[in-house]
């Protein structure tokens, strides 16, 4: 196991943040995984980084607060404010953000209280979120297993054994292996990814049209100026650690329809699950989740542009993650595994010179700006998406998968 950590270490500093061409490193995480961030820092001093801030995201202090204070207080209290990021940001550090779930952590704790301790979490960094979106600065969000949440998900092995496991599966999930540099796996699996991109962009779609077995039956319109991404795109950082995804901002005023979810959200640390959306010009009109309703209504209503779409992002079912036939109750492996949306904000590199922009200028070309962004899981293995082009519809995916 250690050769593998050491790889994935090398993986997330080398190619994922790219850290040898900057001075600061600002790592998040939580208590569950101290020894492996202590890991991380330790070879990030080897390679000459001095600069290194380690965040406790101090979850578990959160999580007691929110179960006595007030709502209207959660913005004045310390602990909520992210203020040290933008100083961070300020200094074009790199960001990498190491997400390690504590299962059922939220539970008990009223629904309005989760979203607007998120809210003040997002608020409160405005500097470092500008940045972040605007791909100003190198950041990677990527796992690393604790024994509760790996006990969580496989209830039927002992503790040792079920660690191992979701250890090894993040490895599998990565291309982290023995056998092979995963640095030239990730290389190659962009080519890939490029090949669609343009593909995609050369066809200069005008709307896709969603439909499958849960009867989604969604058309998202997309912006006369569209731009498909991945992480290929960018050659100084991989925003996530995994990322099989190829994405766009769609016009945000102009999906219509209704979409159906195909995995739980988990919303920092709350399970929303078995909900749809129904859309109309744009906005999120009607919504209703079997488990976690109210805070899927709380995040709708964020703020004023949290009901429209910030992302359209596209995976094939038949891929690593999906393929483990594993719920792993993270956005940033289960997003992996399925064609997604998101809620909030859209993503300014998608847009051509929508980097150079600000928000009203983003809004006025279609591309949503919100104070959130929160994906969830859409695709399954019957999803069709037909594309309408400028020279007549195309199918783009066929039971769940790329077809083009």
């Known amino acids: 196991m250690k050769e593998l950590e050491e790889k994935y270490i090398n993986l997330l500093l080398n190619k994922c943040l790219n850290i040898t061409s900057h001075k600061s490193l600002f790592i998040s995480y939580n208590d569950l995984v101290k020894e492996f961030v202590n890991n991380i820092k330790l070879t990030a001093e080897s390679l000459g980084i001095k600069d290194i801030y380690l965040c406790n995201d101090q979850d578990y202090e959160k999580r007691d607060i929110l179960k ?65 979106m605007k791909n100003e600065i190198p950041w990677c969000i990527a796992a690393f297993p604790n024994k509760e949440w790996a006990k969580d998900l496989f209830k039927e092995l002992p503790e040792t054994e079920s660690y191992n496991k979701l250890f090894h599966l993040i490895c599998d999930m990565c291309m982290v292996n023995k056998d092979s540099d995963p640095i030239d796996n990730w ?93 109309k010009d744009g906005k999120c009109i009607e919504s209703s989740a079997t488990i976690g309703d109210k805070v899927l209504k709380d995040i709708i209503n964020t703020d004023e542009y949290s009901p429209y779409l910030g992302e359209v992002a596209l995976v094939n079912y038949d891929s690593p993650i999906s393929n483990t036939n594993q719920v792993f109750n ?62 007549g519809q195309v199918q783009i995916f066929k039971n769940g998968n790329f077809c083009i």
Request: charged content about 25%.
């Open 330 to 391: 993270t956005t940033l492996f289960d997003e992996n595994a399925s064609c997604h949306l998101a809620l909030g904000s859209g993503f300014p590199e998608c847009l051509k010179a929508g980097l150079n922009m600000n928000d009203d200028e983003l809004r006025k070309n279609g591309v949503n700006v919100s104070s959130t962004h929160v994906d969830f899981m859409i695709g399954t293995k019957d999803l069709s998406i037909i594309a309408e082009t400028a020279n």
């Open 187 to 279: 290389n190659k699996l962009f080519l890939r990814q490029q090949e669609l991109t343009e593909k995609l962009n050369n066809m200069h779609i005008k709307r896709l049209h969603y439909q499958n077995s849960l009867n989604t039956d969604l058309e998202i319109e997309l912006n006369d100026n569209t731009i498909w991404s991945s992480c290929a795109n960018d050659q100084n950082m991989i925003a996530n650690m995994p990322s099989y995804e190829v994405f766009t901002s769609p016009n945000y005023k102009k999906t219509n329809g209704i979409v159906y979810s195909s995995k739980p959200l988990i919303y920092n640390g709350t399970v929303i699950d078995k909900f749809y959306l129904k859309f």
């Open 68 to 132: 006595t204070i007030n709502k209207e207080d959660i913005k004045n209290n310390p602990i909520f404010n992210n203020a040290i990021w933008d100083e961070y940001a300020k200094k074009d550090a790199c960001f990498l953000l190491i997400d390690s779930e504590i299962p059922h952590l939220m539970e008990g704790i009223p629904e309005d209280l989760v979203v607007e301790a998120m809210h003040v979490s997002r608020t409160t960094k405005p500097i470092y979120r500008e940045k972040q």
